[in-house]
Nanobody, 124 residues
Framework: QVQLAESGGGLVQAGGSLRRSCAASGQTFSNYAMGWFRQGTGTERESVAAISRSGDNTKYLDSVKGRFTVSRDNAKNTVYLQMNSLKPEDTAVYYC?????????????????WGQGTQVTVSS
């Protein structure tokens, strides 16, 4: 079992920044690729970013490329999502998730463990 504890959500004005953190416990963190997903009201959960076990491979949703950065610190068992130049359409509940491989990282059903999710609201 892997437990994922998220922090760093909240309310921010358009153009602002937020940093999400997701701390893992229970198993060897470096054995898992990590993903960030979001789900807005009435929308399906979508993959925002993913990072490989070593951190040398990252993937992004087209609409967040150049604004969001995913990173990880395996010594601290934590993955981060730095969100800059936020837009109202980024408003959603954001989740971190863990899976064994970064392959098909955009598919939510492929993840084994999920964080509790945290609301991010971007006001215009």
């Amino acid at each position: 079992q892997v437990q994922l504890a998220e922090s760093g959500g909240g309310l921010v004005q358009a153009g602002g920044s937020l940093r999400r953190s997701c701390a893992a416990s229970g198993q060897t963190f470096s054995n898992y690729a990590m993903g960030w997903f979001r789900q807005g009201t009435g929308t399906e959960r979508e993959s925002v970013a993913a990072i490989s076990r070593s951190g040398d491979n990252t993937k992004y949703l087209d609409s967040v490329k150049g604004r969001f950065t995913v990173s990880r610190d395996n010594a601290k068992n934590t993955v981060y999502l730095q969100m800059n130049s936020l837009k109202p359409e980024d408003t959603a509940v954001y989740y971190c998730a863990a899976k064994r491989s970064i392959l098909n990282s955009y598919i939510a059903s492929g993840y084994d463990y999920w964080g509790q999710g945290t609301q991010v609201t971007v006001s215009s």
